[in-house]
Structure formats: structure tokens, C-alpha cells
């Protein structure tokens, strides 16, 4: 997906996708944060407003134990059983919906890499760290619970770099 675009429009490339019940799931989706140099987005969408049409509750249908049983029986039958239905069962807590545009406001995570801990550690003490300085960083690092390196950030951490990243795709999008 061009992220420039979606950034600026937040127009979808595709109005059918699948999406989870389960923030966990998507957090840890495809391996959790992407890797160092891109970025990943959660989406949080609420189903109940008329822009956004459930097309299949996957989640409801593989808590059906009569689909279930059916799928066992028929497996032979069924194209990529093993790779599809056998293999992720309800795993993804998955439903399927039709929705033509999101909003940032929509965003509930924003994943990525922040900085080193050296580079880090120089911006909080406007100067280049001594070793002691990045002793005294990690301890505070520790002290407050933070992840440094990959991470899903929320609420107003999220909504800066959001900010930020619409802001440059939206730049990007005029020259």
C-alpha cells in the first residue's frame, strides 16, 4: 500500500478487507512491529456506523460448532484446508468488511523504531552521552517501563507521530 496516499486521502486501495476483534492479534500480526525502516498502522473501526458493512463474521461462524464439525468431515473437499481453515482456526478472530474510507481518528496504534539508546539518550540530555550518562538513561528507561527499539505506541504518543506523518505525506502530495 502507498502510505504517501493513504496518509493524504486515507482513501483505501480496496473496499473488502479483514480485519480482527482482537488487538493482540493485530499488534503480533505477520510478525508484530514491521521491521527497522517502515512503519505499520492498527486501525480501530467501529462496525455499527453506516459507512462499514460486515460481509462475514469469520470470528462468530468458527465458534459455530456445526461449521466446524462440517469442515472436519469435508476437509478432502475444501481448497487449501490445510493452509486456511485447518491451520488458522479462529486464531485471528477474524471478520471481513466492506469499508471505502478510514479517518486518523480511526488510528489506534502507530508501530515503528524508535531511535538507538545512544541517540535517545542525547536528545534527553541535549549533548552527546558520556557512559555514565547512558547508565543513568537505561536506569531511567526502566524506572519509567519504555520500550526502546520496536513498539506499538497509542493514544497521544500515537496522535504526535500520526500528526506528524499526515502532515509530510500531506506536503509530498501538493509538489
Given at each position: 500500500?502507498?502510505?504517501?496516499?493513504?496518509g493524504?486521502?486515507m482513501?483505501?486501495?480496496?473496499?473488502y478487507s479483514?480485519?480482527?476483534?482482537?488487538?493482540s492479534?493485530a499488534?503480533n500480526?505477520?510478525g508484530?512491529?514491521?521491521?527497522?525502516?517502515?512503519q505499520?498502522?492498527?486501525?480501530?473501526?467501529?462496525?455499527?456506523?453506516?459507512?462499514?458493512?460486515?460481509v462475514i463474521?469469520?470470528?462468530?461462524?468458527?465458534?459455530?460448532?456445526?461449521?466446524?464439525?462440517?469442515?472436519?468431515?469435508?476437509?478432502n473437499?475444501?481448497?487449501?484446508?490445510?493452509?486456511?481453515?485447518g491451520?488458522?482456526?479462529?486464531n485471528?478472530?477474524?471478520?471481513i468488511?466492506?469499508?471505502d474510507k478510514?479517518?486518523?481518528?480511526?488510528i489506534?496504534?502507530?508501530g515503528?523504531?524508535?531511535?538507538s539508546?545512544?541517540k535517545?539518550?542525547?536528545?534527553?540530555f541535549?549533548?552527546t552521552?558520556?557512559?555514565k550518562?547512558?547508565?543513568?538513561?537505561?536506569?531511567l528507561?526502566?524506572?519509567?517501563n519504555?520500550?526502546?527499539?520496536?513498539?506499538?505506541?497509542?493514544?497521544?504518543?500515537?496522535?504526535?507521530?500520526?500528526?506528524?506523518?499526515?502532515?509530510?505525506?500531506?506536503k509530498?502530495?501538493?509538489?
Amino acid at each position: 500500500m502507498n502510505s504517501v496516499i493513504l496518509g493524504a486521502t486515507m482513501q483505501l486501495p480496496e473496499t473488502y478487507s479483514s480485519w480482527t476483534f482482537d488487538k493482540s492479534v493485530a499488534k503480533n500480526f505477520n510478525g508484530g512491529v514491521p521491521p527497522v525502516g517502515k512503519q505499520g498502522i492498527i486501525f480501530e473501526i467501529d462496525n455499527t456506523v453506516p459507512d462499514c458493512e460486515v460481509v462475514i463474521n469469520l470470528f462468530k461462524l468458527f465458534n459455530d460448532s456445526e461449521f466446524i464439525e462440517f469442515c472436519e468431515q469435508n476437509k478432502n473437499h475444501i481448497s487449501s484446508y490445510k493452509t486456511g481453515i485447518g491451520y488458522f482456526k479462529n486464531n485471528e478472530s477474524e471478520v471481513i468488511l466492506k469499508l471505502d474510507k478510514i479517518t486518523t481518528k480511526q488510528i489506534w496504534a502507530y508501530g515503528g523504531y524508535s531511535s538507538s539508546i545512544k541517540k535517545l539518550a542525547e536528545m534527553h540530555f541535549n549533548r552527546t552521552p558520556t557512559p555514565k550518562d547512558l547508565i543513568l538513561f537505561n536506569k531511567l528507561i526502566k524506572e519509567h517501563n519504555k520500550t526502546i527499539g520496536g513498539n506499538w505506541v497509542t493514544g497521544t504518543a500515537k496522535d504526535r507521530v500520526v500528526k506528524s506523518h499526515i502532515e509530510t505525506a500531506q506536503k509530498l502530495t501538493k509538489k
